[in-house]
């Protein structure tokens, strides 16, 4: 499995090496299988394979850095050469720097930062605490905000435990009770859950137990998550085509350090990192300063522009905890850079 990998990699390292460039990263793989038997003889089996492979790239005198990820079951569709050429570019983009103000920007997002985003929106989407009115989705004087329109793009969040590359556990897999998760669900087997469908919010994460105090139907969660464009995406633009279609404004490489701010509008806060750039009409011009943003997820939702073709990606900041992910760039109006940042 990673013997043509590992001959790929060590070639693109002498490559590198050759070039004057400094590649630095790593690859990891395990397999883990779940055993699940109930004193009521249920007897449930799954191997889960995870892997991903990240890549920093430097110059030699190390003061442009550009960074790049994906995740994978099997290293079979990682093009590892692919990976340094796009690092390579960055690089290339960023012999110009220019300095920028904070402020709102229209802004694209790339797959990583996406994924980023919305997972710890996933994340934050319980059925119980929305319920008791502590949440962005929560409903003002009580109750949940499913059914309600988020964005005005057409767009759907789904996982299914069986999607195509981002397969996952099929049934319920509790070690502990939580706000919306029972030990005395283990075993449920899941299915194709919409929590976000045609812009409007479809479903929230919940337990039989949180279900049935919320009001909802029951959804447990799902270890991957997609975002598209309904309903195929077909036509979808790739990030290239949307930088030659910007008539001026930033294109981000990854966020990092993201942390919440305030639940009830879902608020977060972190930092760009390892390339931001300036496109101006059609093209990437120069490097910019990083900032620190203050976004919300929902509230981006409601200013997308644009939303390209969906991709397999990894998110940087959860990458470790959530590997499973498709998402399409998205060029957002008004992306909040509320500072600059002297991180590099």
Not at 179 to 193: A, C, H, I, K, R
Not at 225 to 253: D, V
Not at 299 to 327: C, I, K, Q, S
Request: glycine fraction near 10%.
């Amino acid at each position: 499995m990673l013997r043509d990998f590992a001959t790929a990699l060590g070639q693109t390292l002498r490559a590198a090496e050759g070039a004057n460039r400094k590649l630095y990263g790593f690859a990891e793989h395990q397999l883990q299988s779940t055993f699940l038997g109930t004193s009521a003889g249920l007897r449930l089996r799954h191997d889960q394979p995870t892997g991903r492979v990240e890549l920093n790239a430097k110059s030699a005198d190390m003061a442009r850095s550009a960074w790049t990820g994906v995740s994978t079951r099997d290293f079979t569709d990682v093009d590892i050469a692919g990976l340094d050429a796009g690092l390579t570019e960055r690089l290339g983009w960023a012999e110009r720097t220019v300095a920028l103000p904070a402020g709102r920007y229209e802004t694209l997002l790339p797959p990583t930062a996406v994924s980023d985003l919305l997972v710890y929106m996933y994340w934050s989407a319980g059925a119980k605490e929305a319920a008791e009115g502590r949440t962005v989705f929560s409903k003002p004087g009580g109750g949940t905000r499913i059914g309600e329109q988020l964005s005005s793009q057409p767009v759907t969040l789904s996982s299914d435990p069986r999607a195509a590359g981002l397969q996952s556990t099929p049934f319920v897999v509790a070690h502990a009770s939580g706000p919306d998760s029972s030990v005395f669900d283990n075993g449920l087997p899941l299915g194709p859950t919409s929590w976000i469908r045609d812009g409007s919010l479809a479903a929230l994460i919940s337990s039989r137990h949180s279900a049935a105090i919320a009001g909802v139907p029951v959804t447990p969660g799902i270890d991957n998550l997609t975002f598209a464009a309904h309903p195929s995406g077909a036509g979808a633009p790739s990030l290239e085509q949307m930088i030659a279609s910007t008539g001026r404004g930033l294109l981000l490489t990854c966020l990092w350090y993201i942390r919440e701010v305030d639940p009830q509008t879902l608020l977060l806060t972190g930092l760009t990192r390892d390339g931001v750039y300036l496109v101006e009409n059609g093209e990437v011009t120069a490097a910019v300063n990083n900032f620190r943003f203050n976004e919300s997820p929902v509230g981006m939702l409601g200013r997308l522009l644009e939303v390209g073709a969906t991709v397999p990606t990894l998110p940087r900041e959860w990458g470790d905890y959530f590997n499973r992910a498709a998402m399409p760039p998205v060029r957002v109006e008004g992306f909040n850079m509320s500072s600059v940042s002297q991180a590099s």
